[in-house]
């Protein structure tokens, strides 16, 4: 399900042309919305159109058998009533052939108003907060099924990720524990000033020079294996091996170098470590003595990916058998045993990925985790991976399938900015498992890609990667 808010007025677009006769299509996804009046728009029509007849279903009843309104525009705007779900269908008529077929039904929207002080589900976040938020669910008390309550992952239930909360809207909330420029989780000595390197996480990245130092704190929520990932902007004038330092309490962790003049724009993996409940971890950068020094975002992530066996999570008892933690690390003996391949999932909706142009949620059977998507019509989605250590890369793709999926989508696997093999897949088949794509040498550190293309009008699912380095 998608969850969304919009700036202001507007709410989207119907998700096809009117024009289009109903067929076979994938399952529509959920708005949820906080603002009368509610506007549906659409497409117009091709060919002679004297008015459009609207039909409104209301809470998932059935449409109408008359239509709710007549209008001569490709708009309907309408007093939306508070915890009440719109979806909207639409057909041209015209003067001489009478109405066409109609179009396929908009995505759900599902209205609670500002001001309403009701909690549906009961999780201590009003309903209001949890839709202006955009994405936990009113209806849900652990919208992201981490098993960590949205009510406990937003503390001060306002519907935003303040410094010191997890996030309520991304799997495993403990898992991304995230501190941006600016916040109150950040410090700093010397000059710091707004950047103009593109790609920022968030409003803004910051630069400096001459020594001044960044430094991004962590209250750490739980005992286990964390993963330190940093980003930054590019800038021709950025240094190319800037120093970080890692410290829980007063310890060195690890220190280590960064390129910042590639890589810009995206979470790029540092290290793996351990730590314990209510240990402060601080992650310090340094200046260069010439250039400027990017300090932008930092995330602490307490899963490299995918979910353990038993209860999925690294408890203080536990300890990892003696392969490398790096490459597993949560997977200890009390859940299932480790493995000697460094293991990164990285599912939609993951900020690992990418897209362009338009991805729904797809009603295909089996997906990688709560959903997969569908795409058409050129839309691309790319999967990002950064090698944790020198090895062999073997690549798998999830897929759901269905009737509409493509027979040859095309597939680029990139590392370094070179690409190292194209695929075509059959989507048709073999859907709901793991499929492996191949295998490749990589250096530690490198950076991959995995690109799907949706060409033409066929549905091509885009759901989750896994990349294994042995």
């Known amino acids: 399900m998608i969850k969304g808010r919009f700036g202001t007025v507007v709410v989207f677009l119907l998700a096809l042309s009117v024009m289009l006769l109903a067929g076979s299509q994938e399952a529509h996804s959920v708005i949820y919305w906080n603002e009368s009046p509610l506007t549906f728009r659409w497409s117009a029509a091709t060919g ?8 409104i279903s209301k809470n998932g009843a059935a449409y ?15 007093s939306a009533q508070d915890e009440t779900s719109y979806a909207l269908k639409v057909r041209a008529v015209s003067q001489t052939d009478g109405p066409g077929p109609f179009s396929d039904p908009s995505q759900v929207v599902m209205v609670f108003l500002h001001g309403t002080a009701s909690d549906t589900d009961g999780d201590g976040v009003p309903n209001t907060a949890e839709t202006t938020s955009g994405c936990s669910s009113p209806y849900d008390t652990d919208s992201d099924d981490d098993g960590i309550p949205d009510g406990v992952e937003d503390a001060n239930h306002n519907g935003r990720v303040d410094a010191g909360e997890t996030d309520p809207c991304e799997a495993g909330a ?29 409003q803004s990245s910051l630069y400096g020079k001459s020594g001044s130092t960044y430094s991004w704190r962590f209250q750490i929520p739980q005992s286990g294996n964390y993963q330190l990932s940093m980003w930054w902007t590019e800038f021709y004038s950025r240094p190319t091996a800037a120093p970080v330092t890692l410290r829980c309490g007063s310890t060195v962790v690890d220190t280590f170098s960064v390129n910042q003049q590639e890589d810009g724009g995206q979470w790029n993996w540092l290290s793996s470590f351990q730590a314990s409940q209510g240990q402060t ?10 250039g400027s020094t990017c300090a932008d975002a930092v995330k602490l992530s307490s899963a490299f990916g995918g979910t353990a066996c038993g209860n999925g999570s690294v408890d203080a008892a536990e300890e990892c058998d003696g392969n490398d933690d790096d490459a597993c690390p949560n997977l200890c003996q009390a859940d299932c045993t480790c493995s000697d391949a460094a293991r990164t999932i990285c599912d939609n909706g993951d900020s690992c990925t990418s897209f362009t142009k338009v991805w729904q949620v797809s009603g295909g059977v089996r ?12 839309a691309t989605y790319t999967w990002d991976f950064r090698a944790p250590r020198a090895g062999n890369l073997n690549v798998y793709m999830w897929w759901t399938e269905y009737a509409s999926r493509c027979t040859d989508c095309p597939v680029t696997l990139e590392c370094g900015g070179r690409v190292l093999d194209n695929f075509t897949l059959n989507q048709q088949e073999n859907g709901g498992k793991w499929n492996w794509l191949g295998g490749y040498p990589v250096q530690q550190g ?14 091509t699912c885009a ?3 896994m990349f294994e380095v042995e």
């Open 64 to 78: 109408p058998a008359t239509a709710s309104a007549s209008v001569t525009g490709t708009s309907y705007t309408f």
């Open 174 to 202: 403990v898992n991304d524990l995230i501190c941006d420029n600016g916040s109150s989780c950040s410090s700093y000595t010397g000059s710091w000033w707004v950047s103009g390197g593109e790609e920022p996480y968030g």
């Open 281 to 290: 971890c601080t992650v310090t950068i340094q200046a260069a003595p010439s």
């Open 463 to 465: 759901d989750a990667v």
């Open 367 to 378: 997906p990688y985790g709560d959903e997969a998507l569908y795409g058409k019509w050129g």
């Open 48 to 55: 002679t159109v004297n008015n459009y007849e609207v039909y």
């Open 446 to 459: 490198q950076s991959c890609s995995v690109t799907i293309e949706a060409e033409g009008g066929e549905s």
